[in-house]
């Protein structure tokens, strides 16, 4: 077995599974320490960044734990914050993306989005001829996480089997107000307006997409509450649009009647994802956790409260019975 040097890098002795080989190899550490490099995206096998417990490990592989998750780097070798990937293999690559940032191109010249910045990092990575396929995409605004293939045929069996082999998707979002329940569901079918490029949202199909949507509180402070959603349907500013519907509109998302915009920008995360491999079969789950900067604001927005406030709402629940069967 290779010794470690300065910057955590091995050389494989023999073939086993990855997970295997580090409990091996780092010897004094927790085993939920070891898994946590894995979930985290610190480890790298021969270059290539993977949090999959069993990937295959044959003697002679570079193995690599790196201080953080691996980041995109720009053409001059700084770091690229705008994108980090958070898993790649073969076919595919999962990356979580900064607000901001656009999915993939309106068509002006010269825009940045996560599609130009993975396709220059894989073109870098991997040779000229790398190419890279968008799966599914988040509004510009929304931060989290994103699929991309590394071939067509990967991409159309993920999007053509989406409902199926998707068996996940959590968003998390500071919410203006507290939710009328603990936890619940929406239903409605929504249209684009063409023109204001807003969309509406109907209790009764009228021709628009149907659109089902979960929540649950997370925590709530004096003005804002932190909620999560998870998505049966993925429609446009479907979770933007139910919020509303709900009377908490999104903080920062002034087009569904937010007023408050505490952290500059509409707070919405796609936090975590879990979806079945199109090639290997294999069930891949990733989970960005709560941003920083969501925690940030609901612990000021907590210490506003009032003492009188406070001791009104010790040991009161939301009212709710339960979350309800999928519709």
Known sequence: MAMKDSSRNYTADRDTALLQYLYDI???????GIKAYLTRGQVTVNGQSTTAFDHPVHKGDRIAILDRGTMVKKRGGEKETRVKIVFEDEWLIVVDKRSGVL?????AEGE????????????????????????????RETSGLIIFAKDERTKQKLQENWREEVLERKYCAILEGRLPQQHGSVR??????????????SPEDNGGKEAITHYEAISSGRRFS??????????KHQIRVHASLLGCPVTGDRRYGAKEN??????LHARSIAFRHPVTGRIL????GVPGAFKAVMKDDSREETPSAAKRNAGKEIPGEGRPKRL
């Open 26 to 32: 780092l010897t004094g550490q927790s085993r939920s």
């Open 112 to 139: 940045v989005t996560a599609y130009s910045l993975i396709s220059d990092y894989l073109k870098r990575m991997h040779g000229r001829n790398s190419k890279v396929f968008i799966v599914h995409r988040l509004d």
């Open 103 to 107: 999915s993939m191109s309106t068509g």
């Open 188 to 201: 409605s079918w929504l249209k684009e307006n063409p023109k204001s490029l807003k969309v509406t949202s």
């Open 226 to 235: 932190l909620a999560e959603f998870e998505l049966e349907t993925g429609r």
């Open 285 to 288: 789950s990733f989970d960005t």
């Open 262 to 267: 505490p952290l500059g920008r509409i707070a």
